[in-house]
């Protein structure tokens, strides 16, 4: 009896997520190629086709394992993590949790942050860019009114803190970057991560910025925010580089 | 009529297809690159008072037993909506099963179980973007025993119980022959009314147990065969808009262009030999 087509698409989804059948192999017609290989031209290209895309996701945490290395870590992720659905810009959510998990952290400890900076600039990048509020925007705003004002942050901005020096790590494996030698990880970070009109990039803030920044997106107003940080926070020239970098959505 | 002949709009070209507006036919997107409504997206937009869109998706599993997925199909029309293509397309396969998503175009049996599962799903799907879908023959690298059509009777089938047209990709026909053995001749017998659109693309030849097996990898210039192939597609069928697709190792616009240019000389030289021979 030949399969039905949901047990013959079950035993595919598994041989290529790595568990072969013999019932599956019967239902292929083999010669000079046999049926193994046939199937073998699939899984190679669930497999590398997702590596590439992770890696197109992850540029930074490839840069820092090399080529040969980050497919392996991408081929062991695919096998166990294999995407939910079929938007490849949305796929690598578990893939920082998985490096920390893995092996190679042990040697670059600070690599599942850098894979965490990687998501979020990959989340920043397929956003919309959408209006910004500006400086302009709330001069229109009565004084008295602005202390209660909520802002939310525009589509794509993220904030990431390590205790790795990110940004240094990260501009050092770009492929433009001097061949400088060693970078020194250590040393904490704070980085706002935006969509700008053509690309995505961060910023770095400081520990009262980022705290600041954190307070809005968690829908505190800009009185509640700021009293949370430092006394030593200037409120107003930080607000105003925030408005400047196109940190707040404009209200819809 | 002069030939229609367009080219896959991937993201190393938008900036360059933005500002120069080259000629072309039309421009085609995979709808799984464009769902987020990014930047990009509104690039795309500003596009179309210049060209004709197709929309080519490659996610919707219209082969999975389980039906489609709604949540990517709502996401796929929300797109379809907001570009109001042309033509929108996926394939005969299937790519998911039970929430997990290959990113590959896995093979069918062609068996009537099988067909009845293919029918609902393009009917479903053209149900929710409210419009005619066509379906493209895939490259295939393995046959089921149980299948008791060929593909073409399989895809003639479908088109004539659905409704739907039928994506005629060339070089899928050549690869899909070589690799089961098959003539790709066969492909010729599919109903002409239904063929809506052509695609080109290049192949690479790789190695099976010693055996030379072709992978439709969308990474090379056209090949010879596939040209002489597409040759006889015209002659059968006449002229439809056919596209050149580079999906790896995409090359620099000039040479997108300059295929879709010998797409063009072709297409009329067989316009012409048809006209004399009537």
């Known amino acids: ?252 | 009529m002069d030939p229609v002949v367009g080219i896959g709009l991937r993201a190393p070209h938008l900036a360059e297809i933005a500002r120069q507006r080259p000629a072309t036919g039309f421009l085609e997107i995979h709808a799984e690159n464009h769902l987020a409504g990014s930047p990009a997206l509104q690039a795309i937009e500003r596009l179309r008072a210049d060209y004709a869109f197709s929309i080519h998706a490659v996610g919707l599993s219209l082969g999975s037993a389980e039906g489609l997925d709604e949540a990517h199909l709502a996401r796929v029309a929300a797109l379809v909506k907001r570009l109001d293509p042309a033509l929108v397309s996926d394939h005969l396969s299937w790519s998911s099963f039970s929430g997990r998503y290959f990113n590959d175009l896995l093979p069918l049996p062609y068996t009537e179980e099988a067909l009845t599962v293919v029918v609902r799903n393009v009917q479903r799907l053209q149900e929710v973007l409210g419009r005619q879908i066509s379906i493209e023959n895939p490259s295939c690298y393995l046959g089921f025993a149980q299948s008791t059509l060929s593909e073409p009777e399989f895809l003639a089938e479908v088109a004539s119980r659905s409704g739907c047209g039928l994506l005629l990709d060339v070089n899928n026909i050549a690869v899909t022959a070589h690799n089961l053995r098959l003539d790709a001749r066969d492909w010729l017998t599919l109903p002409a009314g239904a063929i809506t659109q052509y695609h080109l693309a290049g192949h690479a030849v790789n190695d099976a147990d010693g055996e030379a097996i072709l992978i439709d990898d969308h990474g090379s210039r056209v090949s010879d065969g596939v040209w002489a192939l597409f040759a006889d597609v015209v002659r059968r069928f006449g002229q439809r808009p056919t596209l050149i697709e580079w999906d790896t190792d995409v090359p620099p616009l000039a040479v997108l262009l300059d295929e879709a240019a010998q797409a063009g000389r072709l297409i009329s030289a067989e316009g012409r030999n048809a006209a004399r021979a009537a």
Not at chain 1, 78 to 97: D, R
Not at chain 1, 115 to 124: I, T
């Open chain 1, 1 to 252: 009896m030949p399969l039905a087509l949901r047990d013959l698409q079950a035993a595919f989804a598994a041989h290529l997520i790595g568990a072969d059948s013999a019932e599956l192999t019967a239902e292929i017609l083999g010669d000079a190629i046999p049926a193994m290989a046939r199937l073998r031209v699939h899984r190679h290209h669930m497999l590398e086709s997702l590596g590439s895309a992770l890696a197109a996701t992850f540029p930074t945490v490839q840069a820092l394992v090399g080529a040969d290395f980050f497919r392996g870590l991408a081929r062991a992720f695919v096998g166990q993590s294999p995407p939910g659905q079929p938007v490849l810009a949305e796929y690598g959510a578990g893939f920082p949790a998985f490096i920390a998990g893995d092996d190679a952290a042990r040697d670059l400890p600070y690599l599942p942050d850098v894979a965490r900076l990687d998501w979020a600039l990959n989340l920043a990048f397929h956003a919309p860019s959408g209006g910004r509020v500006t400086a302009a925007d709330l001069a229109a705003i009565p004084a008295d009114q602005l202390p209660s004002l909520r802002l939310a942050l525009a589509p794509g901005a993220a904030l990431i803190s390590s205790s790795y020096a990110l940004d240094r790590i990260w501009a050092a494996s770009q492929p433009d970057a001097p061949a400088s030698g060693t970078v020194d990880p250590d040393g904490g970070t704070h980085l706002l991560i935006l969509r700008r009109p053509d690309d995505a990039a961060f910023v770095a803030l400081s520990a009262a910025e980022a705290g600041f920044v954190a307070g809005l997106a968690g829908g505190l107003s800009l009185e509640e925010a700021a009293g949370r940080v430092d006394s030593g926070f200037d409120l107003s020239a930080s607000f105003a580089r925030l408005l400047g970098l196109g940190v707040f959505a404009a209200a819809q």
